[in-house]
């Protein structure tokens, strides 16, 4: 029976696609089933994937791992994106990178990415990005027709602006909004973004949650210095590794982000998961941000 996407039955951590094929570590059919039934192990059942993934290949990879193993379906939530169209040989009809959220490209997009995914229904599906030329009122409309057919049972968006997701969000529920959030990227903070998710309940799902790894190589920048001291300091405090209190960090807001994972390594997601048991204080929050902005805050 499915359960809604809502904060209580959405996993803590969201497992992300993008590095598991051919943009990352281009996992065989065997390793997907062995990685994928690792995270079902750590109770980590909503998969995170993007149609363009991969060069439009990711989804079929891990659909190959349903088609033999289709009891694994039932135990796990499969979110996908659509609204980007990259110029790829595998979609030669592209003849500029652009944002598409016209009806025709949704529909077609839903219908490639469930025969690519091996499976009758999508649990949520995101709007990748906002296309500049997209009619909320059209898109309402294919919801409720993707909805009805049971391609889709709930919706959502990534990367869009407060504005951009209240104007949608007025006329069709929306279940999430997927943007960047970490200490090195703290807009959603400030421009509106994590406050509206609080007021209307929607989760707020954060892609590049550690900064894009930034923080774990060598640097002589003084903002990253002063960040890994604070990691240094909080690590030492709670047996922590740097990713596992970033991780902390982020689940600290009200709003309930939930980090997407951007790892095929099972055992840092491994490493990751141990993070659901650590606690910041409201200073050691502040730490962090003083040490990324530089200076204690106004």
């Known amino acids: 029976m499915y359960m809604a996407l809502t904060k209580e039955t959405i996993s803590p951590l969201i497992i992300g696609t993008m590095r598991l094929g ?10 997907y089933e062995k990685f994928i039934e690792g995270c079902l192990e750590l109770g980590l059942k909503d998969f995170d994937h ?12 891990f659909g190959n791992v349903l088609k033999s ?28 990178k652009s944002y598409d959220l016209s009806p025709k490209h949704i529909l077609e997009s839903v219908d490639l990415s469930l025969e690519n995914l091996k499976t009758d229904y ?13 009619n909320p009122h059209e898109i ?20 869009f602006s407060p504005s951009q997701f209240d104007l949608l969000h007025a006329i069709t529920p929306l279940v999430t909004n997927q ?3 970490s200490v090195l990227q ?6 509106g973004t994590l406050d509206q998710c609080l007021k209307h309940n929607v989760i707020p799902t954060a892609w590049s949650p550690l900064g894009g790894g930034s923080l774990f190589g060598k640097t002589t920048s003084q903002e990253m210095e002063a960040i890994k001291n604070v990691l ?5 405090k709670y047996d922590a590794a740097h990713d596992q209190i970033l991780y902390a960090w982020l689940r600290k807001h009200p709003a309930g982000i939930i980090p997407v994972l951007g790892t095929s390594k099972l055992e840092r997601i491994q490493t990751a998961h141990k993070a659901l048991d650590i606690n910041l204080t409201h200073e050691e929050w502040y730490m962090l941000w003083e040490a990324a902005i530089g200076r204690e805050i106004d």
């Open 22 to 31: 051919t943009w990352g570590s281009q996992l065989s059919t065997s390793e």
């Open 50 to 61: 993007a149609d363009i993934y991969g060069h439009y290949t990711t989804e079929e990879d």
């Open 69 to 96: 193993r289709n009891d694994l379906r039932e135990k796990m939530r499969i979110t996908t994106k659509c609204g980007i169209k990259l110029i790829s040989h595998n979609r030669p009809n592209h003849n500029v």
């Open 122 to 134: 999508i649990d949520v599906l995101l709007l990748h990005r906002p296309d500049y030329l997209f």
């Open 140 to 159: 309402a409309e294919v919801f409720e027709k993707l909805k009805q057919s049971g391609k889709v049972l709930e919706f959502g968006v990534s990367n």
């Open 179 to 181: 943007v960047e959030i």
């Open 186 to 191: 703290r807009s959603a903070f400030e421009d």
């Open 232 to 236: 240094n300091t909080l690590g030492e």
